[in-house]
């Protein structure tokens, strides 16, 4: 069963005066930001993004929503593990990537450094320095393919929502 909060969401986002077309491109440029590595920043890139191609600014921002505490890992971690293991396959020089290797750099940053300090950050970032590009590479093509799939699911799920929608109003104005 759906929430009750989430169903009054849906419903409004159902009902905006907006193309199916606009409304599924407005999530799917939401998703994609979603799995950009720009934490922090994803409200005003979205809005940005959403103003610049004329999308509805509420739906966009909704996207983002994606990317959440219990998502946050499997967005970025799992395209990072499989861009690590497909770049490893074709020859390129990395360390590999898995959860020991990942939380063991973590520990080390931890075990020198509180969280809060700028050196544990930059402890951090040397630790995984080697994995940046696979970081990046990894999330922008998982990114674009939530994107492509967000967008047709919604624009699928809209449009068959307004025609049905159409038909039961033909249907009571005959009657």
Do not use: C
Request: glycine share 6%; proline share 5%.
């Amino acid at each position: 069963m759906i929430p009750r909060k989430i169903r009054e969401a849906l419903h409004h986002i159902l009902h905006l005066d907006e193309t199916p077309h606009v409304l599924a491109k407005s999530l799917a440029v939401g998703v994609f930001v979603a799995f950009t590595p720009f934490m922090g920043l994803h409200t005003v890139l979205v809005l940005i993004l959403a103003w610049a191609l004329r999308l509805n600014k509420a739906v966009a921002l909704t996207g983002t929503f994606v990317n959440n505490p219990w998502t946050i890992a499997f967005i970025f971690v799992g395209p990072t593990w499989a861009t690590v293991a497909a770049m490893r396959s074709m020859g390129v020089d990395m360390p590999p990537f898995n959860y020991d290797v990942v939380t063991g750099h973590f520990m080390n940053a931890m075990e020198q450094y509180k969280i809060w300090q700028p050196v544990f950050w930059k402890t951090f970032l040397m630790e995984f320095k080697p994995y940046l590009h696979a970081f990046l590479i990894g999330t922008a093509l998982a990114g674009l393919a939530a994107a492509f799939v967000s967008y047709g699911v919604s624009f699928l799920g809209i449009h068959y929502y307004r025609m049905e929608k159409a038909k039961l109003k033909k249907k009571k104005a005959e009657v």
